[in-house]
Each structure stands twice: as C-alpha cells, then as structure tokens.
Nanobody, 129 residues
Framework: QLQLVESGGGLVQPGGSLRLSCAASGRSFDYYVIGWFRQAPGKERSAVSC????????NYADFVKSRFSISRDNAKTTVYLQMNSLQPEDTAVYYC??????????????????????WGRGTQVTVSS
C-alpha cells in the first residue's frame, strides 16, 4: 500500500515556475514508477511525465519537453516536478500516481494510465496574469 500527497501548486503568472512535490508513505517506494498526470476542466486526464523506480529513466509529454523536469529522492520518498515557462494552457489539477514496475522490463512511458494503482488527490496549478 502506498499513499501519495501532492503539494506545491498555486497561482503563477505566465512565464513563471512552480515545483510540485509528490510525497509517498508506505513500503518499498523504490519499487515504484511514479507518473505525473494533469486534468483541465472538461478534458481527459493526460500524462505529463514519468520516472522509473531508480530515477535512471524519465519521459515527458511533447507539450512539456524542455520546460518540465522530473526527479526523485528515494531516501525522502518524494518525486518532484519542476515546471518552468508556464503558460495558461498548463492550468490543470496535477496528480501523481504510482505503479510497481521493473524498469529493466518496461519503460515508464509505456505504462497506460489505467495500470497505475495508487493516486494522490491532486494539486491545482493555475497560470494566469
């Protein structure tokens, strides 16, 4: 069992930055792939980024590449999403999710959303002037 809590969201002006955190409690955090997803009003939840259990591998959706950076600290059981050059279209609720996967077998970007077992409640990110 794993519990996930997101934090770090808020209101930011276009071009600004935020760092989201996903704090996990439970056992064997370093067995889990962590994904970040977002959902804007009236839209489906979509993948933003993911990171393998060791942190060696990561992947980004095309719409955030070069702007966002994912990292993890397994000693602190926390994953971070650094978001730079934020734009109004980045406004959404951001969720982190976890699934136990061997990084030598499957790349995190190939794990469909429905396979993630544990989800946080989300943190709101609003980009507006």
């Amino acid at each position: 069992q794993l519990q996930l809590v997101e934090s770090g969201g808020g209101l930011v002006q276009p071009g600004g930055s935020l760092r989201l955190s996903c704090a996990a409690s439970g056992r064997s955090f370093d067995y889990y792939v962590i994904g970040w997803f977002r959902q804007a009003p009236g839209k489906e939840r979509s993948a933003v980024s993911c990171i393998s259990s060791s942190g060696t591998y990561s992947n980004y959706a095309d719409f955030v590449k070069s702007r966002f950076s994912i990292s993890r600290d397994n000693a602190k059981t926390t994953v971070y999403l650094q978001m730079n050059s934020l734009q109004p279209e980045d406004t959404a609720v951001y969720y982190c999710a976890a699934v136990a996967r061997d990084e030598s077998i499957v790349a995190c970007q190939n794990i469909p959303r429905y396979e993630y077992d544990y989800w946080g409640r989300g943190t709101q990110v609003t980009v507006s002037s």
